[in-house]
């Protein structure tokens, strides 16, 4: 009944930029923080960013700079800004939600550490 989409993976030569969507659809009341992981081949999940739903930030140290997360409550969807990309940051990308209050019928609903599906981020030239 909730769902998050990502969007605007792909490829981009380094140096380049890109940025990230992800939507929360269902009949959603509230999401409370939501960030962006991401995970390379043979590696552990790492955080890239998070952000509060009043807007505050946290970023990874080794995007710190390039990187940058906002959210649109209205829309119940966060960005991530991606800038100078390099190689390194071929990944996997998946957005995250700790909370997502919604509505089934007429029941006020929480559903907890919600995942996206993934968008792939390749850096290469």
């Known amino acids: 009944q909730v769902q998050l989409v990502e969007s605007g993976g792909g490829l981009v030569q380094p140096g380049g930029s890109l940025r990230l969507s992800c939507a929360a659809s269902g009949s959603i009341v509230s999401i409370d923080a939501m960030g962006w992981y991401r995970q390379a081949p043979a590696k552990q999940r790492d955080l890239v960013a998070n952000?509060?739903?009043?807007?505050?930030?946290n970023y990874a140290d080794f995007v710190k700079g390039r990187f940058s997360i906002s959210r649109d409550n209205a829309k119940n969807t966060v960005y991530l800004q991606m800038n100078s990309l390099k190689p390194e940051d071929t990944a996997v990308y998946y957005c995250?939600?700790?909370?997502?209050?919604?509505?089934?019928?007429?029941?006020?609903?929480?559903?907890?550490?919600?995942w996206g599906q993934g968008t792939q981020v390749t850096v290469s030239s």
């Open positions: 952000i509060t739903s009043d807007g505050r930030t």
């Open positions: 995250y939600a700790n909370r997502i209050r919604y509505n089934d019928g007429l029941i006020r609903r929480s559903t907890f550490n919600s």
